[in-house]
């Protein structure tokens, strides 16, 4: 079974500049999801899909933040402009549609913003 | 207060120790109790699920869940160096929000 999916695994950019990461979850898995993850601390939750559907963005800076997942299967996560503080990894984890179904995550993207 | 809370350690123990783990979260409703292990630079990966009160035993691990104190713990049995990693509490608050604690990072000396 193919795990998460995610790409690039690293980007580099300038501060206000747009970047996009993408992700394809394990088949089968309707729930995914967006995590932040800074140095040193657990991953932080930036939004939640079920299906096409976002059913939890609270946590997401919707002023530079964007997500989508068009067909309910793989999600871009956009960040446009970029700020220094962005500088993190970016999680991408799916799950089945149980509410005790345990995450899976990619690899992640690590995105350093100068 | 966090609603999941860990000490950030490190947790140093020997080879062939047993390290223990401790995770308190403040939602007296939450369910489902999951721990991931981190190596240094990639995702988190899965290794323990517990739903019930009690202990939940795989092969080196134990997972212990106590409701009423709020409270997970996981053991692991005969430490190895390999064990080496920060290990993430979770907690599914409700509705699928999974709530993460900043880790434990464990240290097993050879």
């Known amino acids: 079974e193919a795990g998460v999916v995610q790409s690039p695994r690293y980007k580099i950019i300038e501060k206000k500049q747009p970047v996009a990461f993408w992700c394809n979850p394990i088949s089968g898995h309707n729930t995914l999801y967006w995590y932040l993850q800074n140095l040193g601390q657990g991953p932080e939750l930036l939004i939640r899909y079920e299906n096409e559907e976002a059913v939890d963005d609270s946590q997401l800076p919707k002023d530079r933040f964007s997500a989508e997942r068009l067909k309910g299967v793989d999600s871009t996560l956009k960040i446009q402009p970029a700020e220094l503080g962005d500088s993190a990894v970016y999680l991408c984890a799916s799950s089945l549609s149980s509410s005790d179904s345990p995450l899976h995550f990619g690899n992640g993207t690590r995105l350093t913003v100068t | 207060q966090k609603e999941v809370e860990q000490n950030s350690g490190p947790l140093s123990v020997p080879e062939g120790a047993i390290a223990s783990l401790n995770c308190t979260y403040s939602?007296?409703?939450?369910?489902?109790f999951f721990w991931y292990r981190q190596y240094s630079g990639k995702s988190p990966e899965l290794i323990m699920f517990i739903y019930s009160n009690g202990d939940k035993e795989d092969g080196r691990f134990t997972a212990q869940l106590n409701k009423a104190s709020q409270y997970v713990s996981l053991l692991i049995r005969d430490s190895q160096p390999s064990d080496s990693a920060t290990y993430l509490c979770a907690v599914n608050t409700g509705f699928q929000k999974l709530v993460f604690g900043t880790g434990t990072r464990l240290l097993v000396s050879p």
């Open positions: 939602d007296r409703g939450s369910q489902s």
